[in-house]
Nanobody
């Protein structure tokens, strides 16, 4: 199983980035996909999740209304559109897969993790 995250980078506050996560080696259409992030010195935290059929999403309160999650099961890819970025969004972002899981599942329920992509938001 491999999850590859792309799209991180350096952006000014107020800007946008789109992260992609491409999965292989698993039944993508049966995975709830999540994004987590970890800032230096902090715990890894939940950002967003999308149900395996794509019909339901969940967002952390601090990104709700700014981030949007979508998936393309034909391409084994999940996308995280991040808008109105803030310096506090700076972190390494990880995608993860949870077989047939709930969008409200915790970090421990995710079986597979990608390598992470750095997002840096300058003020």
């Amino acid at each position: 199983v491999q999850l590859q995250a792309f799209g991180g980078g350096l952006v000014q506050a107020g800007g946008s980035l789109r992260l992609s996560c491409v999965a292989s080696g698993l039944s993508f259409g049966r995975q709830t996909m999540g994004w987590f992030r970890q800032a230096p010195g902090k715990e890894r935290e939940f950002v967003a999740a999308i149900w395996w059929t794509g019909g339901t999403t969940s967002y952390a309160d601090n990104v709700k209304g700014r981030f949007a999650l979508s998936r393309d099961n034909a391409k084994n890819t999940v996308y995280l559109e991040m808008n109105r970025l803030k310096p506090e969004d700076t972190a390494v972002y990880y995608c993860a897969a949870n077989p047939l899981g709930s969008v409200d599942a915790g970090r421990k329920d995710y079986h597979y993790w990608g390598q992470g992509t750095q997002v840096t938001v300058s003020s």
